[in-house]
T-cell receptor, first 113, second 115 residues
Framework: QKEVEQNSGPLSVPEGAIASLNCTYSDRGSQSFFWYRQYSGKSPELIMFIYSNGDKEDGRFTAQLNKASQYVSLLIRDSQPSDSATYLCAVRNYGGATNKLIFGTGTLLAVQP | ETGVTQSPTHLIKTRGQQVTLRCSSQSGHNTVSWYQQALGQGPQFIFQYYREEENGRGNFPPRFSGLQFPNYSSELNVNALELDDSALYLC??????????????FGPGTRLTVL
């Protein structure tokens, strides 16, 4: 079992719709969770992070965390063609010497005009 | 723009050669992490440097080594290059080492091709 799992997609949504991106993780000790957006050929760009169970909203983006189910999601409201990119879920565990990020393989989102 | 810079942008090497990649962290950040991202995969953690010392390492062989300098910039060195080392190498800057909850910001990356 991979430590962080995402559906590779592509996830295709029409412009203006809500895109829902999901991620599961295997380590119950995971403490913080990050969503990065990566355009083709570019480096990952941090969109949101969440530490506590529940929802966290930032503009059109909402991150949702359910530690009991080991599940984190990202909702993008009013999707725009410029949102088309790969979305990477990353998990960080504490303890030991490092705070490395463990990434999923990413979900490709395609927003259709 | 994150304020994290990397050089060079692209690099082509042949098997067996050695390569050095460079990263300048964002102002105020004292921690640099290096990741390898193969095509179609998520970034994989190589190692992290905090206050000039290695502060954790992923599942990469010893031919991957690094340094951090007093100004918190960093180098990644790879010896005896293999074809599978072809990837995007990402540097991430943050503050506080292993005890911090602060997020990591990525530089633009170096695309390494090994022929």
């Amino acid at each position: 079992q991979k430590e962080v799992e995402q559906n590779s997609g592509p996830l295709s949504v029409p412009e203006g719709a809500i895109a829902s991106l999901n991620c599961t993780y295997s380590d119950r000790g995971s403490q913080s969770f990050f969503w990065y957006r990566q355009y083709s050929g570019k480096s990952p760009e941090l969109i949101m992070f969440i530490y506590s169970n529940g929802d966290k909203e930032d503009g059109r983006f909402t991150a949702q965390l359910n530690k009991a189910s080991q599940y984190v999601s990202l909702l993008i409201r009013d999707s725009q063609p410029s949102d088309s990119a790969t979305y990477l879920c990353a998990v960080r565990n504490y303890g030991g010497a490092t705070n490395k990020l463990i990434f999923g393989t990413g979900t490709l989102l395609a927003v259709q005009p | 723009e994150t304020g994290v810079t990397q050089s060079p942008t692209h690099l082509i090497k042949t098997r067996g050669q050695q390569v050095t990649l460079r990263c300048s962290s964002q102002s105020g950040h004292n921690t640099v992490s290096w990741y390898q991202q193969a095509l179609g995969q998520g970034p994989q953690f190589i190692f992290q440097y905090y206050r000039e010392e290695e502060n954790g390492r992923g599942n990469f062989p010893p031919r991957f080594s690094g340094l951090q300098f007093p100004n918190y910039s960093s180098e990644l060195n790879v010896n005896a290059l293999e074809l599978d080392d072809s990837a995007l190498y990402l540097c991430a800057s943050s503050f506080g080492g292993s005890s911090s909850y602060n997020e990591q910001f990525f530089g633009p990356g170096t695309r390494l091709t090994v022929l």
